[in-house]
């Protein structure tokens, strides 16, 4: 139609016609609004689509780092077993083939002194096969060691069984924190790597159950059932090594860069992170898309080390021999022995009693695993190493002191386990993450199997030591030297271990170059950052 405006000259003026071509079209403002619209709803579904999708994928990576950090850590279930379950066997062992006390005391600590050839192989045979399969091999060994155990018809055969049990175990206890700390993405590589820890108390406390419940079989067949049921765990491990991939560390030393990007792709949230993390690892391999590996032999650069290195073996041997002399194995190995001390009577009522150290040294792992990658590695070292000074203290002044009596049991049941709560919160958990992120990339497998072999060494002296030091100096007293040595620790933590929390691999490297100074100047150096970013 047409239209009749009124000419705008304030006076009333005349009249102008409008044609249809200055008339809006409002059918095409509609449809043009329309477009709008759908291209706001495109923008808003791509970007809710590629949210759900990268949601997914963080869901999809944290599921599979936790399964491969699981089936890793089975392999410690099985020392954790040996350990918990020998302490209730022995009894029985005794009883059955009348061995003495001192061939107890071999028997007990043989697992960890062997151990230590387990531990300085694994090293050399993890970078030759592969993480993942040493752990198979270690598997195999220590599967073997439990068979010809339970059907030892002698002392002697029976030592035979422990002796390949403590190989087997030895490959194990090294390689799968190596494994867990080179797959696990930096923000969870605390409590990652701390899981085989877990799976080390998990074992204890399934020893002592098992000592529980068999105990009332005849003696001649429940130490062989005790010790056969530790055959179990291989079967779910034989299984995880179709599962978990390979370190994709290792396959970038041996030059399989691709296969190596692919696993990266899988442990993280994003592709970027994931190159990232890549970079990291082939600039610390000394690797581009040219060269192969820096072959210098390992052993030569251990033996004659550079002064940041020096201090990572330092730190990484010396945290593992503390974690050890401070006497826990003596303790869960023990426990019977120190509760009879304090006036305990009847094998149910010590089994029992043990069982409550189990869950103690079980259920306060959890805590650190919640803590570790928020508080930090440093403050649960403190905690843990003072908690545990007192209590050792404790029980050497129930038994000294307090002697036998309804008040001494109670008061040594709780000192102990708040011996072992405290070491499952600190120093035994983050004793194998330390010494698994510490060395450089080329040299971490066989320097943190040598953290390892000073672990199993100190083990087994105190293990194969505590029954004759008990009857030299009384059990207190041997509490009491532990107590002095697990004070001695603290002052270790706070000259020699470094904050490694929220660092990547190869960003700790570079931390030990330039010393614990250069931690404090990093930290300053992150405050002011985050003062400018505020500003």
């Not at 419940?213 to 001649?220: E, I, K, M, T, V």
């Amino acid at each position: 139609m047409v239209g009749i405006q009124e000419n705008g000259n304030g006076r009333g003026g005349g009249m102008e016609l409008l044609s249809l071509s200055d008339v809006p079209d409002l059918g095409t403002n509609k449809n043009k609004y329309k477009r709008m619209d759908s291209d706001f709803d495109d923008d808003f579904n791509d970007a809710l689509t590629h949210h759900q999708q990268t949601e997914e994928r963080r869901k999809t990576t944290r599921k599979f780092v936790f399964a491969c950090a699981v089936f890793a850590s089975l392999n410690n279930v099985l020392l954790g077993y040996d350990v918990g379950v020998m302490s209730g066997a022995v009894i029985f062992i005794r009883e059955d083939l009348k061995i003495t006390e001192v061939q107890v005391e071999v028997l007990v600590g043989i697992l960890s002194i062997l151990s230590l050839l387990g531990s300085l192989g694994g090293g050399r045979t993890s970078d030759a096969i592969g993480r993942k399969w040493t752990m198979g091999l270690a598997a195999i060994v220590f599967q073997a060691g439990a068979a010809v155990m339970a059907v030892a018809p002698s002392f002697e055969i029976l030592l035979i069984g422990r002796i390949l049990a403590g190989i087997g175990i030895g490959f194990g206890v090294m390689i799968a924190p190596i494994y867990i700390a080179e797959i696990s993405p930096t923000v969870a590589r605390g409590s990652l790597t701390s899981f085989p820890e877990i799976f080390i108390n998990l074992g204890i406390l399934l020893g002592y159950v098992s000592n529980y419940a068999f105990s009332g079989l005849p003696a001649h067949i429940n130490w062989r059932i005790m010790l056969g049921v530790g055959i179990l765990p291989s079967v779910f491990i034989a299984f995880a090594l179709f599962i978990i991939p390979e370190s994709p560390r290792w396959l970038v030393l041996q030059n399989r860069v691709e296969e190596a990007r692919s696993v990266l792709s899988k442990t993280n949230e994003n592709d970027a992170e994931s190159e990232e993390r890549l970079q990291e690892i082939l600039l610390a391999a000394g690797i581009t898309d040219s060269d192969k590996p820096d072959e210098k032999p390992v052993w030569r650069e251990i033996l004659n080390p550079s002064p940041s290195l020096r201090r990572m073996l330092i730190t990484g041997i010396g945290i593992q021999c503390f974690q050890q002399i401070t006497g826990i194995d003596a303790t869960v190995y023990y426990s019977p022995e120190i509760f009879t001390a304090a006036g305990v009577i009847g094998n149910s009522n010590l089994l029992a009693a043990t069982v409550a150290v189990g869950v103690s040294k079980t259920a306060f792992i959890l805590v650190a695993i919640i803590l570790i990658d928020k508080v930090g590695r440093k403050p649960l070292l403190y905690v843990s190493t003072i908690g545990m000074t007192i209590c050792l203290f404790m029980v050497g002044f129930t038994l000294s002191v307090l002697g036998q009596g309804s008040a001494a049991m109670a008061l040594a049941i709780l000192s102990v386990c708040g011996n072992v709560a405290f070491f499952s919160v600190g120093i035994g958990p983050v004793c194998w993450v330390l010494t698994s992120e510490i060395f450089p990339l080329k040299l971490r497998a066989q320097a943190s199997s040598l953290g390892a072999v000073g672990n199993r060494v100190c083990s087994g002296l105190i293990a194969m030591s505590f029954l004759s030091t008990s009857r030299a100096i009384t059990v207190a007293g041997t509490f009491y030297v532990f107590s002095v040595i697990s004070a001695l620790s603290v002052a270790f933590v706070y000259k020699f271990v470094p904050e490694t929390k929220g660092k990547s691999l190869e960003q700790i490297e570079l931390l030990f170059q330039h010393g614990h100074d250069q931690q404090q100047h990093e930290l300053q150096l992150g405050d002011v950052e985050r003062l400018v970013q505020k500003e």
